[in-house]
Structure formats: C-alpha cells, structure tokens
C-alpha cells in the first residue's frame, strides 16, 4: 500500500494514540528542515483559512516553538511545542500543548506527546507520527475538534512548499 500524497490515519484507543503515515516527494533533508524551521512552519501548519504564526522558537532539546493558529474572524489558538528529544534528520519527540500568549499551559484543553520520524524512502520521504494522549477522552476530544481534516489539509500545504 502507497502512502504518497495521502494521509492516513489510524487510532489505537487501547494505547490512546493516533499515528499519522504521510509520504512526501523531496530528499528527508528539505522535509525535516520543512517540519523544524519556523519560517516554513508558519507556511503549512495551519489548514486553510487558518494560518500558523510563530512567535519565537528555539529547536533543540530542551527549547519550544510558541506559536498561534489565527483565524479567519480574527481568533487566536496558541500552543507551545516542547522538544524533548532530538536526532537530527531523522526523529524528534515533543509535547505540545494549548498555552496562553506567554507560553503558560492551559489545562483546558488535552496536551499531545508527539513523536516524529523521518525515513527516507525511494520516491523521497515518509514521515510517521504518533501521537499518545493521556486519557482516551483526550484522544477524542482532539478528533472532535478536528484534528484529523486539519492535520491533512495541513500536510497537503506541505506538498504544495515541496512542490509535490
């Protein structure tokens, strides 16, 4: 089965995690830096009409990313992405979480431990996420709030900055 252009989504309820399998066209190098420079972040992260704007990043172990998602009547949704864990051209592991504009977590809404790999393949590069929640209501409540349409139209942004 081919994953290239198309992503596919999968949830382990059990083990409350989501996995994401998306391939891209393109060298692990243009995807990875894609996926850890803020500048092209703020290009693709955000499903249209969204937009993603950064306010500061630091990726390295122990930096985050603070960034919001603007709408298109003028809201606002920040997060906070911890780097925990970082193997350059080939995985990082995160937690991120819904914050205020200062970066302090809010509790409101679940927080996402997230782990990302990169691996080359023969037509460019596969990226895998897999996300694990703390309780299987989060799980939920992230796919509610549409988290797997967004994620997508997210990832179909990323082949557009590839160009595909």
């Known amino acids: 089965m081919t994953t290239k252009n198309q992503t596919i989504l999968s949830k382990d309820l059990d083990n409350k995690k989501i ?6 066209t393109g060298p692990v ?13 703020d290009q693709w992260w955000a499903p ?14 122990g ?26 051209q080939k995985s990082f592991i995160a937690q991120s979480s819904f914050c205020d504009e200062a970066g302090n ?20 590069t596969k990226v ?7 309780e299987i209501a989060d799980l939920e409540k992230i796919i509610e709030m549409g988290f797997q349409e967004g994620f997508a139209a997210a990832l179909e942004n990323l082949d557009e900055i590839l160009g595909k």
Not at 112 to 119: P, S, V
Not at 128 to 134: D, H, L, P, R, S
């Open 19 to 24: 996995k994401v399998v998306r391939e891209f």
């Open 29 to 41: 190098e243009s995807v990875w830096t894609a996926w850890t420079d803020a500048s092209l972040l």
């Open 48 to 61: 249209r009409p969204w937009k993603a704007i950064t306010k500061s990043m630091d990726f390295s172990e």
């Open 63 to 88: 930096g985050y990313w603070l960034y919001y998602m603007s709408g298109p009547n003028g809201e606002q949704v920040w997060n906070r992405v911890d780097f925990i864990t970082i193997e350059p």
């Open 105 to 124: 977590k809010t509790s409101d809404l679940p927080g996402m431990h997230w782990k990302n790999q990169f691996l080359k393949t023969q037509g460019g």
């Open 128 to 134: 895998e996420v897999e996300i694990t929640f703390a």
